[in-house]
T-cell receptor, first 116, second 114 residues
Framework: KAGVTQTPRYLIKTRGQQVTLSCSPISGHRSVSWYQQTPGQGLQFLFEYFSETQRNKGNFPGRFSGRQFSNSRSEMNVSTLELGDSALYLC???????????????FGPGTRLLVL | AQTVTQSQPEMSVQEAETVTLSCTYDTSENNYYLFWYKQPPSRQMILVIRQEAYKQQNATENRFSVNFQKAAKSFSLKISDSQLGDTAMYFCAFMKLSGYALNFGKGTSLLVTP
């Protein structure tokens, strides 16, 4: 079974631009979560989607948004990029059903975003 | 809010030796999940082991085992027979049963030396 895939793997943008990152979950997984990883703040939760609905959201400004499609693929968008948005963005998928041992998140390789 | 603390930023161990990574957490929840994830230099985050808070038995996965002390809110990871491939950043993470967000600690960088 294929793992979680993320595209693109690397991105360079300039301040003020916007960016869209994509995540394809493991087949059969309906939950997709997004995390931002930086050296200073560590790993921080952005949001989680299940069946095209956002179920949970972290403490990030409204410039960070996401969506999920009917095939469970998810995208996150960051508008008006700031230097501080430079980070590794990780996507994770799970069944999302909160059923005992099934609730484990599996991570993709991440997208490295550099904002200049 | 839940906080996860990993008090050892860096650790080093020789091949074939045993090492224990510490993790403590703060929560008012009674049921939750705890995880250890490994992030090698290639950056792919990999699940090492998980523990359900309602299970008293400590989880084990081959060379990896945990010491889960619910009352003390402690969740340490023991790696036996360390291998060079165990070199990575190790993250302890907490998740409520009622939520879907993983709360991560700052990580412990483990170096396994020959």
């Amino acid at each position: 079974k294929a793992g979680v895939t993320q595209t693109p793997r690397y991105l360079i943008k300039t301040r003020g631009q916007q960016v869209t990152l994509s995540c394809s979950p493991i087949s059969g997984h309906r939950s997709v979560s997004w995390y931002q990883q930086t050296p200073g703040q560590g790993l921080q939760f952005l949001f989680e989607y299940f069946s095209e609905t956002q179920r949970n959201k972290g403490n990030f400004p409204g410039r960070f948004s996401g969506r999920q499609f009917s095939n469970s693929r998810s995208e996150m968008n960051v508008s008006t990029l700031e230097l501080g948005d430079s980070a590794l963005y990780l996507c994770a998928s799970s069944l999302g059903l909160r059923v005992g041992d099934q609730e484990t998140q599996y991570f993709g390789p991440g997208t490295r975003l550099l904002v200049l | 809010a839940q906080t996860v603390t990993q008090s050892q930023p860096e650790m080093s161990v020789q091949e074939a030796e045993t090492v224990t990574l510490s993790c403590t957490y703060d929560t008012s929840e009674n049921n939750y999940y705890l995880f250890w994830y490994k992030q090698p230099p290639s950056r792919q985050m990999i699940l090492v082991i998980r523990q359900e808070a309602y299970k008293q038995q400590n989880a084990t996965e081959n060379r990896f085992s945990v010491n889960f002390q619910k009352a003390a809110k402690s969740f340490s990871l023991k790696i036996s027979d360390s291998q060079l491939g165990d070199t990575a950043m190790y993250f302890c993470a907490f998740m409520k049963l009622s939520g879907y967000a993983l709360n991560f600690g700052k990580g412990t960088s483990l170096l396994v030396t020959p």
